[in-house]
Nanobody, 116 residues
């Protein structure tokens, strides 16, 4: 079991940037990596994958965010970040992180709203 806390969300205009943070209460090396997901309540309960990082191997992203979103790891603070640039209205969602392999316990998420 791991406790994950997401933060850093907010409201930005299209083209803006945000950096989301995911804090874990266990050493990140306990896991194989970390993934980021997002959920739009009006589109149901399914979470959309927006990227993941396998420690020491690679990071991968879907076409919808590739080139705009970047995952990084801070070993000193036991955090994983999601840098989001050139944000679009369709990026508006509740963002979550989860370990790889995934934990059954999701955090509360952090809201990102992109509008003009």
């Amino acid at each position: 079991q791991v406790n994950l806390v997401e933060s850093g969300g907010g409201s930005v205009r299209p083209g803006g940037s945000l950096r989301l943070s995911c804090a874990a209460d266990k050493n990140l090396d306990t896991f194989n990596g970390m993934g980021w997901y997002r959920q739009v309540p009006t589109k149901g309960r399914e979470r959309e994958w927006v990227g993941h990082m396998i420690w020491g191997i690679y990071a991968n992203y879907p076409p919808s965010v590739k080139g705009r979103f970047t995952i990084s790891r801070d070993n000193t603070e036991n955090r994983v970040y999601l840098q989001m640039n050139d944000l679009k209205p369709e990026d508006t969602a509740l963002y979550y992180c989860n370990t790889l392999p995934p934990s059954a316990d999701w955090g509360q998420g952090t809201q990102v709203t992109v509008s003009s």
